[in-house]
């Protein structure tokens, strides 16, 4: 079957660094995206992986090691803006998205 | 800027109504998606389309229908809705994996909350 764990919420404060743990196992792999979702409104994407390693953009990388079924977010100088779900999500060969349920991330002063 | 607009924000609807979510996309892409997210659950795929009048079911297609009659509009029927149908409702779309754009992502419209009395 196709499942994709990740922790349901974190907690950190401003200007830490926080990594998000994604796991999957899926029966197709077309590549790991990771998408942000502010409370009330649509999912935005941040990050792509279909390569091992680390991609990085600004202040977000995400990793991915396709052997282990494994990505992680990291995410540095933390701002308050940055409370928000996470979500990890797998792409299948035919195009379609299998997500997590999302990481609940609040930022504290 | 790709843009995934969605006919309404909110809506409250009884039991047993028929109600259609609709959903248009400006970037002509080909792949075009119906979510349903609630707490707990993440994102569930409920129908997805890969082009004009194709359609396909997703992980939890009862009690929904979709029609795409044109390419950039695809609709999500509820049919006779029931209380366990109220949600939030994620539209998306995107260009075919095939495209020669790996990183090619899909794209969301606002959402439409949708509450079933």
């Known amino acids: 079957g196709q499942n994709i764990d990740q922790p349901t919420e974190m907690t950190a404060t401003e200007g830490a660094i926080v990594q998000i743990n994604c796991t999957y196992q899926t029966s197709g792999f077309n590549g790991l995206f990771w998408y942000q979702q502010h409370a009330g409104e649509a999912p935005t994407f941040l990050s792509y992986?279909?390569?091992?390693g680390l991609e990085e953009k600004g202040r977000f990388s995400s990793f991915l090691s396709r052997s282990k079924g494994y990505s992680y977010l990291l995410l540095k100088e933390l701002q308050m803006k940055d409370s928000a779900s996470y979500l990890c999500?797998?792409?299948?060969?035919?195009?379609?998205?299998?997500f997590g349920t999302g990481t609940r991330l609040q930022v504290f002063p | 800027d790709v843009k995934v607009t969605q006919s309404s924000r909110y809506l409250v609807k009884r039991t047993g109504e028929k109600v259609f979510l609709e959903c248009v996309q400006d970037?002509?892409?080909?792949?075009m998606f119906w979510y349903r997210q609630d707490p707990g659950l993440g994102l569930r795929l409920i129908y997805f389309s890969y082009d004009v009048k194709m359609k396909e079911k997703g992980d939890i297609p009862e009690g929904y229908s979709v029609s795409r009659e044109k390419k950039e509009r695809f609709s999500l029927i509820l049919e006779s809705a029931s209380t366990n149908q109220t949600s939030m409702y994620l539209c998306?779309?995107?260009?075919?994996?095939?495209?020669?754009?790996?990183?090619?992502?899909?794209?969301f419209g606002p959402g439409t909350r949708l509450l079933v009395l």
């Open positions: 970037m002509d892409h080909e792949n």
């Open positions: 998306a779309s995107s260009r075919p994996g095939t495209s020669g754009v790996l990183q090619e992502t899909q794209y």
């Open positions: 992986n279909v390569l091992d």
């Open positions: 999500a797998v792409r299948d060969p035919a195009d379609k998205l299998i």
